[in-house]
């Protein structure tokens, strides 16, 4: 069992930053992709950033140069550090951890309760 602990979320005025932290915990695991999605009212859900366990990284092209994603792997925790932020930013945003289970044959896709960013003009 994978279980995910997403803060940062919150209120802000446009212009601002968040960082959004989530800490996977349990055990009998390894995480490997780690990464954020965001979903609006109205819109589908979206990749906002990704990190493999080496650390190579992806963003969507809406927040490339704003949002830097990172993770620690000795904490199991990935961080989503959002700068200059816009109203179009505001969204659900959800966690996702890829954690393949110890035996190497099973791989969990887990997704956080989800933690609200809210940009205001």
């Known amino acids: 069992q994978v279980q995910l602990v997403e803060s940062g979320g919150g209120l802000v005025q446009a212009g601002g930053s968040l960082r959004l932290s989530c800490a996977a915990s349990?055990?009998?695991?390894?995480?490997?992709?780690m990464g954020w999605y965001r979903q609006a009212p109205g819109k589908q859900r979206e990749l906002v950033a990704r990190?493999?366990?080496?650390?190579?990284?992806n963003y969507a092209d809406s927040v490339k140069g704003r949002f830097t994603i990172s993770r620690d792997n000795a904490k199991n925790t990935v961080y989503l550090q959002m700068n200059s932020l816009k109203p179009e930013d505001t969204a659900v945003h959800y966690c996702?951890?890829?954690?393949?289970?110890?035996?190497?044959?099973?791989?969990?896709?887990?997704w956080g309760q989800g933690t609200q960013v809210t940009v205001s003009s």
């Open positions: 996702y951890v890829q954690a393949v289970l110890a035996n190497g044959m099973r791989t969990l896709d887990t």
């Open positions: 349990g055990s009998g695991f390894t995480v490997y992709d």
């Open positions: 990190i493999t366990r080496s650390g190579s990284t």
